[in-house]
């Protein structure tokens, strides 16, 4: 099973998590100082907030998987189609142990894709990635540094 995922950076988290359970009718399934989070099946979505040191708005938007088969079958796909991926494994974000793989779209709108394993104690990094060998990032990150292969040199 596929679910979609999106992240939203919000300014006051309490403001947020008040209006996305008015939107959902469900309180959120996690809750931290700085998070929260929504696993529903109608729709279909794990939507996250957090009250970080990002822009508002739609930080990332993703895939996520049950497995790291169906993670591997995704990353392999988009590597197929000429894309730059950042993979990164094991790796800690939103209080979540997970393996990922991170693209731009054509439009440059940041996609993760990314396999859940365990949970975390802590967010995890949240450093922005300066090149794509970099794994420690967290949520987002990568996405100056991730560029189709075939896009021109710009600013």
Not at 7 to 13: N, T
Not at 23 to 43: Q, R
Not at 70 to 92: F, H, I, M
Not at 104 to 113: F, K, L, M, Q
Request: aromatic share 8%; with cysteine.
């Amino acid at each position: 099973m596929k679910r979609l995922h999106l992240h939203v950076s919000v300014p006051d988290l309490a403001q947020s998590i008040q209006f996305y359970e008015t939107l959902f009718g469900a309180p959120p399934t996690v809750v931290k100082g700085d998070y929260a989070k929504w696993m529903l099946d109608d729709p279909k979505v794990n939507l996250a907030i957090s009250q970080r040191d990002r822009a508002g708005g739609i930080d990332h938007v993703g895939i996520q998987v049950d497995s790291a088969e169906e993670l591997g079958e995704l990353a392999t796909r988009l590597k197929a189609a000429g894309n730059v991926t950042l993979d990164q494994d094991a790796t800690t974000c939103c209080y979540a142990q997970s393996d990922k793989s991170w693209v731009n779209d054509p439009a440059g709108v940041r996609w993760e894709t990314f396999y859940t394993f365990g949970e975390a104690t802590s967010y995890g990094e949240d450093e922005p990635l300066v090149a794509p060998a970099s794994a420690s990032a967290c949520c987002g990150a990568p996405a100056p540094a991730l560029e189709p292969k075939t896009a021109p040199a710009c600013c």
